[in-house]
């Protein structure tokens, strides 16, 4: 009987093991994806930017963030941070400036998710016109949020 106990604890450890290194597999692939469409959608958007300009009217890498955290995880944050800061450094943008504007945009977007998360009752669906006003008042809560932290 002890035998059969000590056998089910080392079969319990291997699966807790090839668990932990399965979803650490999933947060690195999640994390990826999210750094390339934030990358990807931030590259295109600087396409549009008007001749001698160098900020846009939408930033669409924002709201695509703020959907991954709110469908999946807030701790998928790093791919947010280092998609910002790789936009950032791809336009040209010195070093210094690049990572402050990678942490506003992260802070930006992790704090609306958080709000929209933990304070409000907000559905993702969108069904009731109190989750688009709320989304709304985030949304502007966080672009002025980001503009205090990544001023230039």
């Known amino acids: ?9 080392k079969h319990t450890k291997r699966l807790a093991t090839k668990m932990t290194k399965l979803h650490t597999v999933r947060y690195i692939v999640q994390v ?5 469409a934030y990358f990807i959608t931030g590259e ?3 396409m549009f930017i008007p001749a001698g300009g160098i900020n846009t009217l939408v930033w669409p890498p924002t709201g695509i963030s ?9 701790r998928l944050w790093p ?8 936009v950032n450094l791809s336009a040209g943008v010195s070093l210094p400036i690049a990572l402050s504007v ?7 977007v992790l704090g609306g998710a958080f709000l929209l998360k933990h304070y409000f009752v907000f559905h993702a669906a969108l069904d009731r016109v109190k989750d ?14 980001s503009a205090t932290i990544s001023r230039n």
């Open 1 to 9: 009987m002890r035998q059969a106990i000590i056998e089910i604890l």
């Open 32 to 36: 990826s994806v999210l750094f390339a």
């Open 44 to 46: 295109l958007a600087l």
């Open 66 to 74: 703020l959907a991954a955290l709110l469908l999946f995880n807030l």
């Open 79 to 86: 791919g947010i941070a280092l998609g910002a800061f790789a």
């Open 102 to 108: 990678a942490v506003g945009s992260t802070v930006e």
């Open 132 to 145: 688009t006003l709320v989304l709304l008042a985030v949304a502007f809560l966080g672009a002025g949020v």
